[in-house]
């Protein structure tokens, strides 16, 4: 089946960095790539849509200047988190969608948990 | 705006079966889903109906739609404790599958 990776698994990091996650699509070519993140026993909340080559759309409520997303590529997206605090710490999850595949399917990733100082 | 709810906890025993239950709002959902969720893990698919279908079943799994009382529901035959995890029911409003709308999870303890 469809592999989606993501690094780090996990990241520490003082409050004022910027951390980048990034996702790729192992053994397929990803047009679209979801961002999602999920708090402790919470659901998983989607952030933001990212297509290779274009400006990511934000979902309402996430600020882009804080979470800047870049897809370059039909295997990689980018999702930066800049000048985190710990209000940020999170677990983020990516998912991605085969050209290829069945339209209805998105693969997960395996998330990253980000921890903020 | 879409809304998934569930109930947030289940036990059962082992050998048992579990049944998982989800609602959502949205009339025009087009394909709905299970999604499990391992400690520290992302989200594995574990199967999915179209809107017009009633009943899908896959192995240990049965998966029932009730349209009409916008109701869903994962059946697990005979639970094993590796099936402990969250359950997430989602629904997608789009033909093609974007913008999931994810339900807050179900939490699955299996006891020996």
């Known amino acids: 089946g469809a592999v989606v990776s993501q690094h780090p698994s996990w990241v520490i990091c003082k409050s004022g960095t910027s951390v980048k996650i990034e996702c790729r699509s192992l053994?397929?070519?990803?047009?679209?790539m979801f961002w999602y993140r999920q708090f402790p026993k919470q659901s998983l909340m989607l952030m933001a849509t990212?297509?290779?080559?274009?400006?990511?759309?934000?979902e309402q409520g996430v600020e882009k200047d804080k979470f800047l997303i870049n897809h370059a590529s039909l295997t990689l997206s980018t999702l930066t988190v800049t000048s985190a605090h710990p209000e940020d710490s999170s677990f983020y999850i990516c998912?991605?969608?085969?050209?290829?595949?069945?339209?209805?399917?998105?693969?997960f990733g395996p998330g990253t948990r980000l921890t903020v100082l | 705006g879409e809304d998934v709810e569930q109930s947030l906890f289940l036990s059962v025993r082992e050998g048992d079966s579990s049944v998982i239950n989800c609602t959502y709002t949205?009339?025009?959902?087009?394909?709905l889903y299970w999604y499990k969720q391992e400690p520290g893990a992302g989200l594995q698919l574990l199967t999915y109906?179209?809107?017009?279908?009633d009943m899908k079943q896959d192995q240990r799994l049965t998966v029932l739609l009730n349209k009409k009382d916008k109701h869903l529901s994962l059946r697990i035959a005979d639970t094993q404790t590796g099936d402990s995890a969250i359950y997430f029911c989602a629904e997608s409003i789009s033909l093609y599958g974007q913008n999931f709308v994810f339900g807050p999870g179900t939490r699955l303890s299996v006891l020996p």
């Open positions: 949205d009339s025009s959902s087009t394909y």
């Open positions: 998912s991605a969608r085969d050209l290829a595949h069945t339209r209805y399917e998105q693969f």
């Open positions: 109906i179209f809107s017009n279908m």
């Open positions: 053994d397929f070519q990803a047009t679209t």
């Open positions: 990212s297509n290779e080559g274009s400006k990511a759309t934000y």
